[in-house]
């Protein structure tokens, strides 16, 4: 067997099952490669940032890495910015990045480039193979490294001769790193602090918002009254009717300040601090009251969701949850469309269990309220702030979980980065429905221009955040790259058409004129 060979059968082995990829010239061997492995299933995106957003997607969902197959420095520089949102979430990704061949570079032919310097600021780890002998084995380690507690990008770089020279075995999946169990003592100190009288939040991320975790959350809630909070841009957050109710913190800094206002004392679980997203002169960017003191409970490496039910058993608490949030559906309305009726369609029509990756930008507000009393649903979020995601997770949550729906209520300023993606969920059958605010507008930033105190904005300044002057037409973008497409302009129109989206399977578009 080749090295390519070698490395794509040691991914197989070590449980990737699934490789977003646009490759070129210095990848064919990798490439060819893929029909010697049946358990790896290639997925072809047309722009890099599909392909490493489609990454994060699935990581969040399957718990378990995809593997990307990148052009050189220039195809992974095109999918940094995903990559970045991915760091945020800590999203385990094997990012296979592919290189000329060793005794190439000495040439500084045209696509040579600083590959590890493109890969460090986003890679828990990095790699470059010397040789074909050793691909196997590094393979083996950048699954490893990608799966340690609690999940990062693993970058292995891959000069093309380290995929034709021969090799000489697969490798077997190696021992799994994490998370580490949080001590006795931890689990003590915060039962103390919690019985100490004091107004009490704990902020939960990772393993701590969904399932065992999110019920052990709930636990102790019911014993200590301490209220559950999660990050504005939880990586990943279960909620709905029946789940136990968690408090997403607010976006702007002083809605966070009067948020947390009067609680004294913070327990973290796989968490960090509350900020604020930016820094507005004259406003806070630490947004917790002063004095309030934070405490771990876990941190984001170790066994948060294990930590919380050994918390819940120390305190007492009872066996499970006391509260839980209850169904509330919102009726259907009639009329005009905009962010609170379409939320409100959306809510109703849901069905339960589907994953929402969601990148809707200003429009996100009234849905994020909706939602947590709506059926059972999985939120993704937004977690580097790095427009572009929604879709791309979109299509990777969709290959995670083919039995769940997907649901991608996006802004178009974001969505038009990485349209791509539609092209994507069409050649794959994917059973993705794509809601597209289109408001024809930065909204966010004609905010922000407010919010920072930029004086002197003129024409000029104001059409640099308006999408009017030419108007996108997202459903024949979506028709150009395969996907069933339709706009609504009220209320009555986006119920029909989301209804029958979430009747049927597979990728639909609905451009809503808010
Ligand atoms: C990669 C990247 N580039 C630029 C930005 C700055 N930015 C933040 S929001 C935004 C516009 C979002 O527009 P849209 O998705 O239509 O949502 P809306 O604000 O209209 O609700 C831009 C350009 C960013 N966050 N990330």
């Not at 609690?150 to 020279?165: F, S």
């Not at 021992?175 to 003592?185: D, F, I, T």
């Not at 990148?359 to 999985?378: I, K, Q, V, Y």
Request: aromatic share 6%; with cysteine.
């Amino acid at each position: 067997m080749n090295g390519a060979q070698s490395l794509v059968q040691t991914l197989v082995n070590c449980g990737v099952r699934v490789c977003f990829s646009n490759p070129g010239t210095s990848e064919m061997h990798f490439v060819a490669a893929l029909d010697s492995a049946p358990g790896m299933r290639a997925v072809l995106c047309l722009f890099e940032g599909v392909a490493t957003g489609a990454a994060d997607g699935y990581g969040r969902i399957a718990g378990t890495p995809a593997a990307t197959l990148l052009h050189l420095g220039p195809g992974l520089a095109n999918g940094l910015a995903n990559l970045h949102n991915a760091r945020r979430a800590s999203t385990p990704i094997v990012n296979v990045v592919g290189d000329h061949a060793t005794y190439h570079l000495q040439y500084d032919a045209l696509l040579t480039s600083d590959i590890v310097g493109f890969a460090r600021p986003v890679s828990s780890w990095v790699h470059e193979s010397k040789s074909a002998q050793t691909v196997a084995g590094d393979a083996a380690r950048a699954v490893q490294a990608a799966c340690a507690a609690p999940g990062g990008v693993a970058t292995l770089i891959l000069p093309a001769d380290t995929a034709w020279n021969e090799a000489e075995r697969p490798m077997q999946k190696l021992p799994e790193l994490g998370p580490a169990p949080v001590s006795a003592q931890a689990v003590d100190d915060v039962a103390k602090l919690l019985g100490n009288g004091k107004k009490t939040a704990i902020l939960l991320r990772g393993a701590a918002l969904r399932g065992a975790g999110l019920e052990a959350a709930g636990r102790v809630q019911a014993k200590s009254g301490a209220r559950l909070l999660c990050d504005t841009f939880a990586p990943h957050l279960e909620q709905g009717a029946g789940r136990v109710a968690v408090e997403r913190i607010p976006y702007f800094a002083e809605q966070i300040v009067a948020f947390l206002q009067g609680i004294e004392q913070i327990v973290l679980v796989g968490a960090k601090p509350p900020v604020s997203f930016f820094a507005y002169p004259g406003k806070p960017s630490w947004c917790a009251p002063e004095g309030c003191r934070f405490s771990h409970l876990a941190l984001p490496h170790e066994d948060g969701a294990g930590a919380l039910a050994a918390l819940a058993d120390a305190l007492g608490a009872p066996p499970q949850a006391t509260a839980r949030q209850p169904l509330a559906l919102p009726s259907l309305p009639k009329g005009a469309l905009n962010m609170i009726t379409a939320a409100q369609v959306i809510a109703a029509l849901t069905p339960e269990n589907v994953i929402f990756a969601e990148e809707a930008a200003t429009s996100s507000l009234p849905l994020l309220a909706a939602l947590p009393r709506a059926r059972p649903n999985t939120h993704l979020a937004l977690t580097g702030g790095s427009i572009g995601d929604g879709m791309p997770m979109a299509v990777g949550a969709a290959i995670a979980a083919p039995d769940r729906k997907v649901i991608c209520p996006h802004g178009d300023g974001g969505a038009a980065y990485t349209m791509q993606a539609l092209w994507t969920m069409a050649r794959e059958k994917l059973d993705v429905t794509v809601v597209v605010y289109a408001n024809r507008s930065y909204a966010i930033l004609n905010v922000e221009l407010a919010r920072v105190g930029a004086i002197g904005a003129g024409p000029k300044a104001l059409s640099m955040l308006d999408l009017h002057n030419p108007e996108m037409n997202w459903v024949k973008i979506a028709e150009g790259l395969g996907v069933e497409a339709s706009r609504a302009t009220t209320s009555e129109e986006f119920a029909s058409q989301y209804e029958s989206a979430m009747k049927t399977k597979g990728p639909r578009l609905i451009e809503l004129m808010t």
